[in-house]
T-cell receptor, first 114, second 113 residues
Framework: QKEVEQNSGPLSVPEGAIASLNCTYS??????FFWYRQYSGKSPELIMS????GDKEDGRFTAQLNKASQYVSLLIRDSQPSDSATYLC??????????????FGKGTHLIIQP | EAQVTQNPRYLITVTGKKLTVTCSQN?????MSWYRQDPGLGLRQIYY???????DKGDVPEGYKVSRKEKRNFPLILESPSPNQTSLYFC????????????FGPGTRLTVT
């Protein structure tokens, strides 16, 4: 059974600092990795996707993937109060004959303190 | 505007009364999926569909049915709802079976009494 683990938090970070969110996954066959942001009462919003080992940067966000360690992380630079939300890590494996669905972690609640 | 829509947004019903939650996307996406979100359990996939007439079970399919007769629509059917199906439901879509960059609808909050 595929599992995705995240620290539930809350993770409290001062405004302007770097927020670091971590995720581990159990299935070594996993191939695609995503970070979603979810504000309270709203739907998840895709903010980053990463498919190969290394770093991927998009604005203030950097996703990092290490398949050997089964570890994916999200860094948020220059954190803003508007970044306060729950961040969901999601993982999937393409099985060749068809597509498997996304497996989500339970999310990390991030609080940016002004 | 590219979007995924769900209806209704809120629904209160009674045990055993059949209901359908509709989901529609205007992005010509191949892949569509349903999730439920519960406190402490996170988002869990119910069913997904890679194309018209192709559906498959996710992690928690019991008590649900789906159909995909048109590319844009993917309704979720609860034929005999029970209180343990009280939850927040999300529909999502993505551009292809190899693409899992899923875009979510606004959610449907269902209460079964």
């Amino acid at each position: 059974q595929k599992e995705v683990e995240q620290n539930s938090g809350p993770l409290s970070v001062p405004e302007g600092a770097i927020a670091s969110l971590n995720c581990t996954y159990s299935d070594r066959g996993s191939q695609s990795f995503f970070w979603y942001r979810q504000y309270s009462g709203k739907s998840p919003e895709l903010i980053m996707s990463i498919y190969s080992n290394g770093d991927k940067e998009d604005g203030r966000f950097t996703a990092q993937l290490n398949k050997a360690s089964q570890y994916v992380s999200l860094l948020i630079r220059d954190s803003q109060p508007s970044d306060s939300a729950t961040y969901l890590c999601a993982v999937t494996m393409y099985s060749g004959g068809g597509a498997d669905g996304l497996t989500f972690g339970k999310g990390t609640h991030l609080i940016i303190q002004p | 505007e590219a979007q995924v829509t769900q209806n209704p947004r809120y629904l209160i019903t009674v045990t055993g009364k059949k209901l359908t939650v509709t989901c529609s996307q205007n992005m010509n996406h191949e892949y569509m999926s349903w999730y439920r979100q519960d406190p402490g359990l996170g988002l869990r996939q119910i069913y997904y569909s890679m194309n018209v007439e192709v559906t498959d079970k996710g992690d928690v399919p019991e008590g649900y049915k789906v159909s995909r007769k048109e590319k844009r629509n993917f309704p979720l059917i609860l034929e005999s709802p029970s209180p343990n199906q009280t939850s927040l439901y999300f529909c999502a879509s993505s551009a292809g079976t190899h693409s899992y960059e899923q875009y979510f609808g606004p959610g449907t909050r269902l209460t079964v009494t």
